[in-house]
């Protein structure tokens, strides 16, 4: 019955973000669970290596090019995930613009990238496919974010601010959508690579603030995302989940 209520065989996902690394690892979790995909980003090289995971693991896949700033584009996205599959059940927001620079010298223009990168990009995507499964009257959203949403840091405040933004958007959200079949709930993540060890000057400094003492592993978060797109979590909404080694535990 436990294992039964995580599988996702007969549901749809739809991955949205420009994230250097998340779309492969998220779209291979849901796809290893039994979903198929549809991934949306603008950056064909990550689009081809998310279809190409979910494709290896025998589920289908539709790569969608598409502009995660645009409304209109996002509005296309969400038309033809329901023109190819029928529905869109789960919605997994995977954008991050990493940025760092003292607050004095943020420029006006960089706070405005920040912020849409981050925020303004996550808000259109669930405007976008929440029409779609407010009409469906079930649905789940899941916002991949930084653990940065609630802990500051030196020369972040445009990351942290537009981070926390999006942690408020899920909480609100949620109280909006809740009674109507949709949860909406977000992962914070702490650092990551693709790598043992990155070879930057600043390693050995981050590695101090985590406490399990190594960097996270993206595909690390796949189990968690897979559990919260399940059904086994009906009732859980509106919660934020770390991903990070430790390193809340430092607040």
Known sequence: MVSEAFKLDGKIALVVGDSPFWSKYVAAALAEAGADVAVAAKNSSKLTEAVDAVRGLGKKAVAIPTDISSSAELEKMTEQVVFEFGKVDILVNAT???FAKPFIETTEEEWQKCINGNLISVVLSCQAVGKQMLQQKKGRIINIISCLAERGMENGAAYCA???GVLQLTRSLDLEWAGQG????AVGTGWM???EKTGA???ELLLKYIPLKRYGKPE???SLLVYLASDATDFYSGQFLYVDGAVMCHL
Not at 182 to 185: A, G, L, S, W
């Open 96 to 98: 991050d613009l990493p």
């Open 182 to 185: 949709i949860t909406v709930n």
């Open 201 to 203: 000057p600043q390693e």
């Open 162 to 164: 537009a981070m926390g």
């Open 220 to 222: 690390e978060i796949g």
């Open 193 to 195: 690579s693709e790598q």
